[in-house]
């Protein structure tokens, strides 16, 4: 592939760096401000500013490639404009283009009726709503989807679910309307991954309860936040499942395949800004007699960086560019292979810029903790390291005779 930017990448990543040095990073510290005033989980005033700006601006859902619904951009446009967003965590939501809603807007795009998305996907597009995926279960491991239990059973003209789903992103937002959920129609089909389902739920509907947030490492991401949701008897129409009975595991690597993209791109924005706090505390800091950065294992570990960061980007690129030519599912090995790369990557140079930092580092006075917290969890999130590097071992063994 060609890794040089298309001048219509170029100019986007201008744009959106120009809009980030104007609104977003000088509103940092408000959004932290907004966010402990009051009811943490009511959405700030700034972002929600800074969102009709970027909607002005054109910069709208970057990330959806259908042209008649966003900017119609390939995975490999789209991926320096994800990592130029994944800088700041709250970002990617000022532009439309946060998870899981840039996930369910997908699903919605690709998978829904008309009146489905007449009734959800519009309105998230128009960021006036947000949305929940409700796949992990507390009581299963659900690295494995096929483990879930939570059931949706028709009666009649209706489908009644219930289950007790968990880190379901997006849930104590007071702005989520609807749920996708996944759960089993048919689980004694003897194809493990016929037996699931995907279906709307809105959240007013009647027997949908909020348990509670679960904080990350002690954060609780508010207003956004994770939560523990039960599902007990709820009743929706039947034209409320998507794509089919039996097509969950279908719909689910539809969506999971950019989904894990998208966190690999903002992971290398997020290694980026740690990378840069590192060298400039580097630089500023002096200990024995000379700047930290004269130190050889300083030295040793800001050089390791800028090559680990680049070696990921690289295979981002690649990835983004398989599935651009080929589809998701001949780029599975790549997009494997990034997941594991990207958080790993992350912790690790955000671990060295906490180091650079002393004590500093794990305060929150320079967001290197908070950082931390998402790419460990990110490790975990859209499929543990564990099955990505199981499955790229099984493709290899299958390649080499």
Not at 12 to 18: D, K, N, Q
Not at 39 to 58: F, H, L, N, S, Y
Not at 142 to 169: F, L, Q
Request: proline share 5%; glycine share 8%.
């Amino acid at each position: 592939m060609d890794f040089e930017y298309s001048q219509k990448t170029k100019d986007l990543m201008e744009r959106v760096s120009a809009f980030m040095d104007a609104h977003v990073y000088p509103n940092e510290h408000v959004f932290e401000q907004q966010v402990a005033e009051g009811d943490r989980w009511q959405p700030t005033r700034i972002v929600e500013e800074v969102k009709q700006k970027a909607k002005e601006a054109g910069l709208w859902n970057l990330f959806l490639p259908e042209s008649e619904l966003g900017a119609g951009l390939t995975n490999l446009e789209y991926a320096p404009l994800c990592e130029i967003m994944g800088r700041v965590a709250w970002a990617p939501e000022v532009f439309n283009c946060s998870a899981p809603d840039t996930g369910n807007m997908e699903v919605l795009a690709r998978y829904g009726t008309e009146e489905q998305k007449k009734q959800w996907l519009v309105p998230l597009l128009a960021g006036e709503i947000r949305s929940c995926f409700a796949m992990t279960e507390p009581e299963v491991a659900s690295s494995d989807a096929t483990n879930i239990e939570s059931s949706i059973r028709r009666e009649g003209d209706e489908y009644v679910i219930n289950g007790r789903k968990w880190w379901s992103s997006g849930a104590n937002d007071p702005r989520c309307k609807v749920f996708i959920f996944m759960g089993k129609t048919d689980p004694n089909n003897p194809n493990r991954h016929a037996q699931q389902s995907m279906i709307i739920v809105p959240r007013d509907v009647k027997g949908v309860t909020i348990l509670r947030h679960l904080p990350v490492f002690g954060y609780d991401d508010a207003p956004h936040g994770h939560g523990e949701v039960l599902f007990e008897n709820v009743r929706v129409p039947v034209s409320n499942m998507l794509l089919g009975e039996g097509r969950g595991f279908e719909i689910a690597q539809g969506r999971l395949g950019p989904g894990r993209i998208h966190h690999c791109m903002r992971l290398i924005g997020l290694a980026e800004r740690a990378f840069e706090k590192m060298c400039q505390r580097a630089k500023a800091r002096t200990a024995f007699g000379r700047p930290i950065a004269l130190h050889g294992v300083t030295a040793e570990r800001i050089a390791e960086a800028r090559i680990m960061i680049d070696q990921c980007r690289f295979l981002v690129l690649n990835a983004a560019d398989k599935m651009d030519r080929y589809g998701n599912k001949v780029a599975a090995k790549e997009i494997a292979m990034i997941k594991v790369a990207a958080p790993n990557m992350a912790c690790k140079v955000i671990d060295w810029a906490i180091q650079v930092h002393g004590g500093g580092g794990v305060s929150n006075d320079f967001g290197l903790a908070y950082a931390y917290a998402g790419a460990r969890t990110l490790r975990l999130a859209d499929g543990p390291d564990e099955v990505h590097r199981n499955a790229i071992a099984k493709m290899e063994l299958k390649r080499i005779q």
